[in-house]
């Protein structure tokens, strides 16, 4: 069975800093290419950012610079630390991967207050 479980979510604001946390199980974390997505209340769900196998890292415009994105290939664990966050940075965070199909965790809500 495959899980991944994000942790680290919460309300901050403007300008503050959040780290989330993704471990997956179940999976060949070292070979499988991850991401963070997320949904905003009323929009379609989006890319924030995502990692290869090898570490190679991909952003969405409007979080390059603010957002890091990195893994943990000896805990399974698949990290976005969050700094100089925005309003607009309120949504639901979800870890995915592609592993015998999509993979979704149950995401972790991220509220950024002015």
């Known amino acids: 069975q495959v899980y991944l479980v994000e942790s680290g979510g919460g309300s901050v604001q403007v300008g503050g800093s959040l780290r989330l946390r993704c471990t997956a199980s179940g999976i060949n974390f070292k070979i499988a290419s991850m991401a963070w997505y997320r949904q905003a209340p009323g929009k379609q769900r989006e890319l924030v950012a995502n990692?290869?196998?090898?570490?190679?890292?991909n952003y969405a415009e409007d979080v390059k610079g603010r957002f890091t994105v990195s893994r943990d290939n000896a805990r399974n664990t698949l990290t976005l630390q969050m700094n100089s966050l925005e309003p607009e940075d309120t949504a639901v965070y979800y870890c995915?991967?592609?592993?015998?199909?999509?993979?979704w965790g149950r995401g972790t809500q991220v509220t950024v207050s002015s």
């Open positions: 990692i290869s196998e090898s570490g190679r890292t």
């Open positions: 995915n991967t592609y592993w015998r199909g999509e993979r």
